[in-house]
């Protein structure tokens, strides 16, 4: 499998909302060879100061500071593509539908690309106009905002389907396997003295620009995916990646001092400096984030990279001859993906299972009685111009084991109101020996909520669980006992939810007294002592700690992101010896699986050709131990076994 027939498509409000917020994720696909689009819906002029600190203000020039920020990326994506950060660009006119004209530069490194289109669309439109009002009031018009310099003479008029159709076509133009969106149901967020409210907007903690241009993005997505299956009698294949913005400031920092290092070179060169010689009469990059600024920013924003939607995909499990079935989000629909033979090694072509338009947010279990149990988050209206704009929970179950599956059913969400809706989290489940399937999500007040179904297909209702405030990326497990257990990342540590019994209710335990989480989902396995083993990296850090299972350390697992744990037969020991199996990325994103704990153990490396989107799924396999799978930037899932050995 390889990369030729890939691309990656971002999305931004703002230049630099890549290099903040999809990074270090973008460099890393930019790396594998796949080349980039990356679409700028604002000009980004804000107040049209272009300003050093601890320098004179200069005065405001919109047109001047919009063009210096989009000299800056061009400035970092030459870094990305391995060139002079002043390397030349080609720069033209886009047309685009609606008789809009835009911006676009291209530059080129061999075999490696990158073209940035700037739709330039003022921040504070005439009549003091911003992008929340031409997604939500209909009738709104914004125009664009000519930046110095640029090849584009003449200004543009959207209206709200203008940006649509512009999306849309940008989409079909370019034929994105991969897009990055911003997060489009940004969290709550409190504004007091603690949480200062800073650039957010009122009562969440994003940009305002931020969470319409994601509205606009899925939406335009939901119109492609439809006008393309008309025309070309089969939808799109792409998958989708959204990426949280200010949320980074408010939860614990989770990227270790290698990856940040990366990430800030790439901003110090958007930022750039009065001083360089760039060739731009307008300015060399956006000067307030050049030099140690963003790392000196109390903000934060740099330090952490986090997924709105962490869930691992595709969700692996296996058939009844062995061959390994995995369950993801193609396009905006499900899709059921089957190893042509036992061990082989690959997938046969995707069967659609409908379902969407789904966020890529989607688990799979196997219930008692063998039948497959899908359950996935769905826009279920995403209409804007003051429609509605609703979220749900659906699920897909088998009749039968192996058999045909029923029709979607939707389970709403535990919330009563649209707006909070929209902030449920992803969905984690667990089935039980009893027939039981628990589903858990988190909640618009960041708590944990459950629904549960019972042996014969019958859902109770939602029930809130409580909790303190928890990050997304649920774990769920059952222990050697059939208990269900459920863990989260909070702001102070891991906070955990059991059954006394099993067959009993799931209820908030005592605080764990664990080590602050550094953000990202936690790894649990019942460890081969029994005990519940919980694998996570304190804020920043490169290495993991193990928490319960007695003095297992992992100190060459170095990395960061989710890690998912199981357990799983020590290599090189006898046929009953089980062993803690760990999955994660390493410092440049690639994965990397290591069998046991102890300083004597070093993790193994994925072939490089298998580059991950987003988290990578494991599988615990009885014949080689664990198989990976994963989603590449072409949209074709993969499946690794790594061979260990008594060295690994």
Known sequence: MGNKEALLLQVMAHPDDDLYFMNPDAEHVLRSGVPVVSVYVTAGEARGINHVTGTPIPPADKAAYSASRHQGLRQAYAQMLGLNQFAPWQRSVLRLPGGVTAETNVLTNGARRVRLVFLNIA?????????????????????????????????????????????????????????????????????????????????????????????????????????????????????TTSFRGYYNQRWPHNLPPAVLAQKARVIKSYGGSPQWECGNTAGCGDYSQGGLRPLTNRKGWIRSTHYRYPNPLPAPTTDREGRVVAYGVLGTQAVRWRETTPGGGRFGAPLGLGGGPLAPALCAVRDS???????????????????????EIVVLEQRRADGPFRAWTGLGTPETTPEHGRRVGCPAAVATPDGRVHLFVRTADKGLATRVRDATGRWAPWQRLGGAEIQDGLTA??????????????????????????????????????????????????????????????????????????????????????????????????????????????????????YGTGADKRPLRAPGHLTPVGTPALLPDGHHGACVVGIAPDAAPWIWRPRPTSRA
């Open 477 to 594: 497990l059952l222990d050697r006992e059939g208990r269900v257990h459920v863990v989260a990342a909070g702001r102070d540590t891991v906070h955990h939810w059991a059954q006394e019994r099993a067959g009993g209710p799931v209820t908030l335990r005592p605080p764990t007294g664990l080590p602050r989480p550094g953000g990202d989902p936690v790894g649990a396995a019942v460890a081969p002592d029994g005990s519940l083993a919980l694998v996570y990296r304190t804020p920043s850090a490169t290495v993991p700690a193990v928490h319960g299972a007695a003095g297992a350390t992992v100190p060459h697992f170095e990395g960061y992101g989710a890690i998912a744990a199981h357990t799983a037969a020590e290599p090189g020991a006898g046929p009953k010896a089980r062993t803690l199996l760990l999955l994660g990325r390493d410092l440049d994103g690639e994965v990397q699986i290591q």
């Open 123 to 239: 921040m504070l439109s005439e009549g003091g106009v911003r992008i929340p009002a031409l997604w939500d009031i209909p009738g709104t018009v914004m125009r664009t905002l000519l930046a110095a310099d640029s090849p584009v003479e003449h200004t543009s008029s959207y209206g709200h389907q203008t940006l649509l159709d512009v999306l849309a076509e940008i989409m079909d133009r370019y034929r994105p396997t991969l897009i990055h969106t911003l997060d489009p149901d940004p969290d709550f967020q409190v504004h007091n003295a603690l949480y200062p409210k800073d650039n957010d907007q009122p009562g969440c903690s994003d940009h305002r620009d931020h969470t319409p241009v994601a509205l606009f993005t899925w939406k335009a997505i939901r119109q492609w995916v439809a006008e393309a299956t008309r025309r070309d009698k089969h939808a799109p294949r792409f998958t």
């Open 369 to 391: 009685a063998g039948r497959q149990v899908l359950i996935a988050l769905r826009f279920a209206a995403l209409e804007g111009q003051g429609g509605a704009n609703l979220r």
